[in-house]
Antibody, heavy 119, light 110 residues
């Protein structure tokens, strides 16, 4: 069974940094694209970033471009999201999800980790 | 303002058929597949429909998806109380080079 477990969320001050991780199991990790999706409290889903299985193709939402960096370590079955210059509007539950390719369905999701940006 | 447009709410009584619409544009729904996700309260989204009209294993055949031009819809037949959830449509957008989601539809089973 494929499992995705996010970690690294917490409370951070505006302007601060945080690194989220997503540990994957039950799959050949390098064969799948991975995506981060976030959901602000009481709001809908917002795509954040996607990375191909090899790591060579990377995409970002305009709202995070230049501040967030997605990466993956296929030897450790881990996906990361480095978040810098955090703003109050980055407060959300962050989910990692796997897909066959970057442009195809996100078919398995983790339970999410919560990021709160506040002073 | 979401790139894909969904009604904010929908409702029905047990046993009824409900449809939820999703409107987009030529660079997303018009060119690519549509996906539907169900999010029960307090849980992560779950894939409900992929490639516009395909159901993953384990999803009841009460759920069906369709796409025409730049619009798509999700139909739920034989509505049940456990279907009460938020439903989101999604598609890859070639112009934005990213995923776009609808704002979500809260389905209430009366």
């Amino acid at each position: 069974e494929v499992q995705l477990v996010e970690s690294g969320g917490g409370l951070v001050q505006p302007g601060g940094s945080l690194r989220l991780s997503c540990a994957a199991s039950g799959l050949t990790f390098s064969s799948y694209a991975m995506t981060w999706v976030r959901q602000a409290p009481g709001k809908g889903l917002e795509w954040v970033s996607s990375i191909s299985g090899s790591g060579r193709s990377i995409y970002y939402a305009d709202s995070v471009k230049g501040r967030f960096t997605i990466s993956r370590d296929n030897s450790k079955n881990t996906l990361n999201l480095h978040m810098n210059s955090l703003r109050a509007e980055d407060t959300a539950a962050y989910y990692c999800a796997k897909g066959w390719t970057v442009t195809m369905e996100m078919d398995v999701w983790g339970k999410g980790t919560t990021v709160t940006v506040s002073s | 303002q979401s790139v894909l447009t969904q009604p904010p709410s929908a409702s029905g009584t047990p046993g009824q058929r409900v449809t939820i619409s999703c409107s987009g544009g030529s660079s997303n729904i018009g060119t690519n597949y549509v996906y539907w996700y169900q999010q029960l309260p307090g849980t992560a989204p779950k894939l409900l429909i992929y490639k516009s009209n395909q159901r993953p294993s384990g999803v009841p055949d009460r759920f069906s998806g369709s796409k025409s031009g730049t619009s798509a819809s999700l139909a739920i037949n034989g509505l049940r109380s456990e279907d009460e959830a938020h439903y989101y449509c999604a598609a890859w957008d070639d112009s934005l080079s990213g995923w776009v989601f609808g704002g979500g539809t809260k389905l209430t089973v009366l």
